[in-house]
């Protein structure tokens, strides 16, 4: 009986196995016909400068026998956590070849280290995979999110939050010096922190009204504009120009709204995305006004309340008896978009809590109900569309103060797709998952940069940066099969009588306007 | 006969045509205050073309829907108002609303309408407690200071805010969703999301509640706990109830008054007694010829001496 039983398994483990070889097979040569021209040959001019085809068959059977092995594994492995095991395993694998292959300066033992290392990996997913026990329910996470010590700990998370980002720029400037720490609080801080705060903008309009606006930088755009013109011409301080920069934003915001009042799904984000190109248009072919593509140069830099980061006398370093450096002048503008960043933050979450925060929303879930319970809905997605661009005009206003300089390429569609694609993987609606997303998108970009040990493996001419694209869009569509709505994809009631439980995003409307 | 001396609703030849479909066609009859009003007919008929006229969602082809929010509507204060152009007049005799000339999201907050759907539109992603927020939208948002005030603060929103909880909680108690009130409305069991979507109606404060099919899909049990809470809402919140149903246990049993169209025509109208037993009524669900209606008349009426 029992021999029959174990003979049956064996069966059933050998036809695993072996569909598991066919359909790995499959795949290689699928991988094989889609990426021969790419991979395969390489077109070389010579020296009549004629171009000539030359064979990279190991480029082509390395990525074949990668793709294979991985769905192979794919097949073998249950559960999740033994695939990501294997799959990092197949990659040590892969960069120990790799390097045997293609680096001069690999050692032996790094490649037999990592091989083994990979090998070693793989086989931990395998042994993972026949120990799991399948549990039902949510995950160890999950359940601690929810417990009472788990909110707690959230919601003075964010306060902990707060408080780094505020040590951040000091802490720093303390390890890394004034030269050293510049890098890390431009382009790191300042620059996530203007994405942090266009995404929160923008998730007023899509998360929240659920109105798909793909031509959001044309607010940041007029932001910009306002302050360099405003400040330029009139000599206006930031101060009195980032309000005004923030309620032309609002009413160009306005004048979108009206016509798209009526549009819905498709429709809406392809005249969003037609007004953004506009904006982008005028602004290169005004030139009277904006003088077009040169852009406007020597827009006036920040000040500390007047007092200027130059090496000057009365200058900022000189009033407080510091030596000079640039870096005040960046710790002073990551303090100011961290300011302004956590204003539109405060902002949305009590606007949430009002009933036109909670109108958006169910404009969101459904606008016919809405009319029927006697909301104005043409008010209701006005207002959206007009602090949201709000926020972008204050954005905007920050972005031509730190630059000193804008142009019209500044303000291009791939950055409106950028910031909705902060807030599409965020979460739509979610304040905290924005902000991740933000971190991911445009520090992950950042962190590119710093990837040197890459030139090792594949020589001097890799350039990591040049993939930025690529990898952003393998990790898009890594993130819709996993999380298609996003890293926070439950929805926080905006008000509880006894307890406040996430709404699940099965519920959760996703906009059709 | 209250649709006759105290008339919340007069409904003048409405008349709704899709391009060359003539969906209701001279339409009038009246709805009166206190009372719930049936509009039945076979399917197809118009019915919820009716409603979407009333509450706005269409605008009539023609017609005059004349709503008398308080007192009672005098025809010629109706009439006056008709030729001024306005949309509502507050006569001393009481406030008229011509529905017909207001957009639906005034029709709710002025004339003071409520509707619900034929199918069931909740905020399915917003909780209980929410969706019944959201319904005091207008009241709310003029304790917010139109959102200034709120967001800075100042003033009494955080008050008024508790009382509009305090009233979901109460419509929750009436129908015993208390317990599920911080849970998704998506989440709800069928019947009692209807009866959710009621109560979110009720939460805008009706003169007028029109439910389009509001027993649709429910079970016997669900019927009759439907039933007890729109009288309820009757007798217990002055508001008067204008219904399309489908289901003859709930007509039948709660309605004063009753209207029967068929392709767009009222062919019937009067209390449940007179309707049940009008033969043409018996014709058009029955699917009677014109030529027999004589003959099924005659059948009809031996069958109604019997009973």
Redesign the interface.
Request: aromatic share 8%.
């Given at each position: 009986m029992s021999a029959a039983v174990s003979e049956q398994k064996d069966d059933q483990a050998a036809g695993r196995m072996a569909k598991a070889l066919r359909e790995s097979a499959f795949a290689g040569l699928v991988t094989a016909g889609l990426s021969f021209p790419i991979l395969a040959l390489r077109a070389e001019p010579d020296i009549r400068n004629q171009l000539q085809l030359q064979p990279r068959w190991s480029w082509l059977v390395t990525a074949v026998l990668l793709v294979a092995s991985a769905r192979f594994l794919a097949l073998m492995l249950d559960t999740v956590r033994a695939r990501a095991l294997a799959a990092a395993g197949l990659l040590l694998c892969a960069f120990g070849f790799g390097s045997a292959w293609f680096s001069p300066l690999a050692t032996a033992s790094l490649i037999g280290g990592t091989i083994l290392a990979g090998l070693i990996c793989i086989g931990a997913g395998f042994f993972v995979d026949r120990s799991h026990i399948r549990k039902s329910g949510p995950g160890l996470l999950a359940r601690f999110a929810a417990s009472p010590a788990g909110q707690t700990l959230t919601s003075s998370g964010a306060w902990v939050g707060i408080g780094m980002l505020v040590a951040f720029p000091l802490v720093m400037l303390g390890w890394l010096g004034p030269a050293g720490s510049l890098k890390w609080i431009n382009n790191y801080g300042v620059q996530i922190l203007i994405f942090v705060m266009l995404g929160w903008g923008l998730n007023i309009v899509v998360g929240l009204a659920g109105l798909l606006d793909l031509g959001y930088v044309a607010f940041y755009a007029v932001g910009a504009y306002s302050y360099a013109l405003l400040a330029t011409t009139f000599g206006l301080s930031f101060w009195i120009c980032l309000p005004l920069a923030g309620i032309l934003a609002a009413f160009w915001g306005i004048m979108l709204g009206f016509p798209v009042l009526r549009l819905r799904g498709d429709y809406l984000a392809l005249v969003t995305l037609a007004f953004g190109e506009i904006i982008y248009l005028v602004l290169i072919n005004w030139v009277d006004l904006t003088n077009g593509e040169a852009g406007i140069s020597s827009i006036p830099r920040v000040t500390f309340f007047g007092v200027t980061f130059y090496d000057e006398k009365g200058g900022f370093s000189d009033l407080f008896g510091l030596p000079y450096s640039p870096i005040y002048r960046t710790i002073f503008l990551f303090y100011l978009i961290l300011f302004l960043a956590l204003l539109t933050n405060f902002?949305t979450l009590?606007?949430r809590r009002?009933?036109?925060g909670?109108?958006w929303?169910?404009l969101?879930?459904?606008e016919?109900?809405?009319?029927?319970?006697?909301?104005?809905?043409v008010n209701t997605k006005l207002?959206a569309f007009a602090l949201g661009a709000m926020f972008g005009g204050f954005a905007g206003s920050f972005f031509a103060v730190r630059q000193g300089f804008v142009s019209p390429n500044s303000f291009t569609f791939i950055e409106s797709a950028t910031i909705l694609s902060i807030v599409v993987l965020g979460g739509m609606g979610s304040q905290i998952g924005v902000a991740l997303a933000a971190v991911v998108m445009i520090g992950g970009t950042e962190l590119l940069r710093e990837l040197d040990f890459l030139k090792q493996l594949f020589g001097q001419g890799f350039d990591p940066t040049q993939y930025r694209m690529l990898i952003f869009g393998l990790a898009m569509v890594v993130m819709m099969i996993f999380r298609p709505r996003g890293f926070i994809s439950t929805?926080s009631?905006?008000?509880?009588?006894?307890?406040?439980?996430a709404?699940?995003s099965?519920?959760?409307?996703q906009g059709s306007g | 006969m209250r649709w006759q001396t105290d008339p919340l609703l007069q409904v003048e030849h409405l008349t709704m045509r899709f391009g060359g479909l003539v969906a209701i066609d001279d339409l009038s009859f009246t709805a009166g205050r206190g009372d719930i009003t049936a509009l039945i007919g076979p399917n197809g008929a118009g019915k919820t073309t009716v409603f979407n006229c009333i509450?706005g969602?269409y605008k009539p082809t023609e017609g005059r829907l004349a709503f008398a929010r308080t007192g009672i509507a005098a025809p010629a204060g109706v009439d006056a108002l008709t030729n001024t152009g306005a949309r509502f007049a507050y006569e001393p005799s009481g406030d008229i609303y011509l529905l017909e000339r207001m957009p639906?999201?005034?029709i709710?907050?002025q004339a003071r309408v409520?509707?619900?759907?034929q199918n069931i539109?909740?905020?399915?992603?917003?909780?209980v407690?929410?969706n019944l927020?959201?319904?005091q939208?207008?009241p709310?948002?003029q304790a917010?200071g139109w959102?200034v005030m709120?967001?800075l603060g100042i003033g009494g929103?955080a008050r008024r805010?508790s009382e509009a909880?305090d009233k979901a909680?109460s419509w929750l108690d009436s129908i015993g969703l208390?317990e599920r009130?911080?849970?998704?409305?998506?989440?709800l069991p069928y019947g009692d999301q209807r009866r959710l979507e009621i109560i979110?109606?009720m939460c805008?404060d009706p003169v007028l509640l029109c439910l389009d099919e509001p027993a649709a899909g429910l079970n016997p049990r669900e019927t009759a706990m439907l039933n007890e809470l729109l009288l309820t809402i009757r007798d217990e919140h002055n508001t008067s109830l204008l219904l399309i149903e489908h289901d003859m246990a709930v007509v039948m049993q709660i309605s004063d008054h009753v209207v029967v169209i068929d392709y767009g025509v009222k062919i019937s109208d009067g209390t449940p007694e007179f309707v049940r037993n009008d033969p043409k009524v018996i014709a058009a669900y029955l699917g009677v010829s014109d030529e027999e209606v004589e003959q099924v008349e005659s059948e009809i009426g031996a069958d109604g001496g019997a009973r």
């Open positions: 902002a009590r606007l009002l009933p036109i909670r109108a929303e169910a969101r879930e459904d016919i109900a809405c009319r029927s319970l006697g909301i104005n809905t207002t929805r009631p905006s008000i509880f009588l006894k307890e406040r439980k709404v699940s099965e519920f959760v409307g | 509450t969602f639906d999201f005034e709710s907050a409520a509707r619900t759907f539109r909740l905020f399915a992603g917003m909780t407690l929410e927020v959201v319904a939208h207008n709310l948002m917010s959102t709120g967001l929103y805010e909880v909680k208390l009130a911080d849970d998704p409305a998506g989440d979110r109606a805008t």
